[in-house]
């Protein structure tokens, strides 16, 4: 079935560096794109989303990018710190509006932050 | 404001015994769906209730379910347990027609043996 995957399970980074996490979809009919950063012990938290029709969008120390043209999805972070340590999970909702058709995540990428 | 409470936090049963686990959504929230996350299979979507109704259902067996509350609180109750259905169940609420923006409980952590 269709589903968004993910890259690498694992990246490793020095602190104080740039982290570029990737992620593969291949539902073209999915209205937003998100990305989950998992702590260990805790649930997954909202980092930052993207609508279908944007290539770009900026928060605080992050950004996404969207390339619909080969379906790829794109995290990065600015300046890695020591709490991003965490599983980042890219996911998808299919239902126009922003309605909670239930997420489908990808299998996640172990960002470790090295000192 | 108060986040996502789930309980309990950690549950072990035997198999052919059934669970019901319980969330509370962030205050004005109406929306609450429920996930279940395993290492080999990641985050799975089990199903979403609105204003006590199911909206949306996933690829999960009948021996799933759930219900939610008028005060939008929601439980989901596994019947006749299985060893496949050790996970994490973890429930996330939003605000209606933001739906991409979940927030997450911690999760109860569920052992079926």
């Known amino acids: 079935g269709e589903s968004v995957g993910l890259h690498l399970p694992t990246l490793s980074v020095q602190e104080g560096d740039n982290s570029i996490i990737n992620c593969a979809y291949s539902n073209s009919a999915s209205d937003y794109f998100i990305w989950y950063k998992q702590e260990s012990g805790k649930g997954p938290q909202f980092i930052i989303d993207?609508?279908?029709?944007?290539d770009k969008r900026q928060g605080q120390r992050v950004t996404v990018l969207l390339n619909k043209t080969v379906k790829h999805l794109s995290l990065q972070i600015a300046a890695t710190q020591p709490g991003d340590s965490a599983v980042y999970f890219c996911a998808e909702n299919r239902k126009s509006g922003g309605g909670a058709d239930g997420l489908t995540f990808g299998k996640g990428t172990h960002l470790i932050i090295q000192p | 404001k108060a986040g996502v409470t789930q309980t309990p936090r950690y549950l072990i049963k035997t198999r052919g015994q059934q669970v019901t686990l319980s969330c509370s959504p962030i205050?004005?929230?109406?929306?609450v769906s429920w996930y279940q996350q395993t290492p080999g299979q990641g985050l799975q979507f089990l199903f979403e209730y609105f204003s006590e109704t199911q909206r949306n259902k996933g690829n999960f067996p009948g021996r799933f379910s759930g219900r939610q509350f008028s005060n939008s609180r929601s439980e989901m109750n596994v019947s006749t347990l299985e060893l496949g259905d050790s996970a994490l169940y973890l429930c996330a609420s939003s605000v209606t027609g933001r739906g991409y923006e979940q927030y997450f409980g911690p999760g109860t952590r569920l052992t079926v043996t």
């Open positions: 205050s004005g929230h109406r929306s």
């Open positions: 993207i609508r279908s029709n944007m």
